[in-house]
């Protein structure tokens, strides 16, 4: 079901940015984790730290930027207060903070946190999603713009999805295991434009929003709970729908030579599907299918060229031909204590894997075996959690513990 509230102002092209410059949402301007940087470090130490910034309360989001200014949330211990973040890019300096009530905590996941969502800015305004606490926009100064509730967010899980910006839009994934919708704001006003009942419970799905060509137009495709569908930024309307073979719609898809590569995060096959087409497309548009490797709750896939990249949160590795969906090879890392939750960054030619345990990451080259270039340590105790993706911006990496942000240099 549709529910129209308002106009639609969509002004000139949709987000067209240079990733070495700003990093302004979740998993970057195409939000799949892929950045055009080439000079960004592939091997580094706890010497290569350039600065450590300890963080106010704790939380999982990445880290955006706009400008010398990077924006992250975090959260007090009991969830009663999440907080907006503002630092500089340069020396991590805290330049403002936010304090964000919320009477009624929703309940996390001891892998979720009461500050998962990132932010997601355009350069005049940041808009910041803490569930139960609210929908906030700020300008680039701090100002309070608006604010809006969106419920009570049920369930045991908490909530992940970050919002994204289209045109004049916020657009707002509310999975849950109650009512879940899809949620348009005008980005100046705050006013609802549109909504969208989504049929995802009684799980819910977590998952943020890709933005694609489809050759017609534009349009937003978003994993879930019983498969991936994909909507009209404009109104909402439900485009197409192909269904998973398995639930649990964490991961965000990746989308290369107009194919969506989608997991779920519960063990099953993952799959290819081309766009096109409109209503149930399981059978008309999926390329391919083919078993997975590593268990469930898995980080987002990779394409990378010829190869289809998707690891586990065990620490398996497997390499699908992208084409084909053929398994190449499937392989556990050899690194004592790993876990891999963060979903990948792309560059260069690398994957970027960090883990849970202590912030190492490790970058593996694809090819027709598994290839690890490089295991590096930020010099982080194995204790500090890492479940956010790295952040590259202007030649360094930026990574995000519970409690920290750590940017890396050469």
């Avoid at 700020?138 to 369930?155: H, T």
């Avoid at 929003?209 to 991936?228: A, H, T, W």
């Avoid at 997975?292 to 990249?309: C, K």
């Amino acid at each position: 079901m549709m529910i129209l509230t308002g106009a639609f102002a969509l002004a000139g092209s949709f987000f067209s940015l240079n990733a070495e410059e700003n990093w302004p949402r979740f998993r970057g301007p195409q939000g799949t984790g892929h950045s055009t940087a080439k000079d960004l470090p592939s091997q580094w130490d706890k010497k290569s730290v350039m600065w450590k910034t300890t963080l106010k309360g704790t939380g999982q989001s990445s880290p955006v930027n706009w400008g010398d200014k990077l924006f992250v949330t975090s959260s007090s211990d009991d969830g009663r207060e999440r907080y907006v973040i503002c630092l500089s890019k340069n020396d991590g300096k805290v330049i403002w903070e936010k304090i964000i009530a919320c009477e009624n905590p929703e309940k996390a996941h001891k892998m979720n946190s009461w500050a998962t969502p990132s932010c997601v800015t355009d350069g005049e305004r940041v808009v910041a999603f803490f569930g139960p606490a609210g929908i906030h926009c700020f300008d680039l100064d701090g100002k309070k713009l608006w604010s809006q509730n969106l419920g009570d967010f049920p369930g045991i899980w908490g909530v992940a999805a970050s919002p994204v910006m289209v045109g004049d839009l916020v657009i707002q994934n509310t999975d849950c295991s109650g009512p879940s919708a899809l949620v348009a704001f005008d980005k100046k006003t705050g006013k609802k434009v549109w909504e969208t009942v989504r049929e995802e419970k009684p799980r819910g799905g977590w998952s943020t929003p890709i933005v694609v060509d489809s050759g017609k137009g534009k349009i937003l495709v978003l994993n879930g709970e019983f498969g991936v569908r994909a909507y009209d930024p404009k109104n909402g309307k439900e485009l197409w729908f192909c269904k998973a073979f398995n639930g649990r719609g964490a991961p965000v898809p990746d989308y290369a030579n107009n194919v969506v590569y989608v997991v779920n995060g519960k063990p099953g096959d993952t799959y290819a599907v081309e766009l096109g087409g409109s209503g149930d497309v399981t059978e008309s548009k999926m390329k391919w299918h083919a078993k997975r490797q590593g268990g469930r709750d898995l980080p987002s896939p990779a394409v990378m060229g010829n190869y289809f990249m998707v690891a586990s949160m065990s620490g398996v590795v497997t390499c699908y031909d992208a084409k084909s969906g053929d398994t190449l090879w499937s392989e556990k890392i050899d690194h004592k204590g790993l876990q891999l939750a963060a979903s990948p960054l792309v560059a260069n030619g690398l994957l970027y894997l960090q883990n849970v345990n202590g912030g190492e990451v490790i970058i593996i080259k694809p090819g027709k075996k598994l290839n690890v270039v490089a295991i590096n340590s930020l010099g982080a105790d194995k204790g500090e959690i890492f479940r956010a993706t790295l952040a590259p911006i202007d030649g360094r990496l930026y990574a995000r513990s519970h409690n920290a942000l750590y940017c890396i240099g050469k």
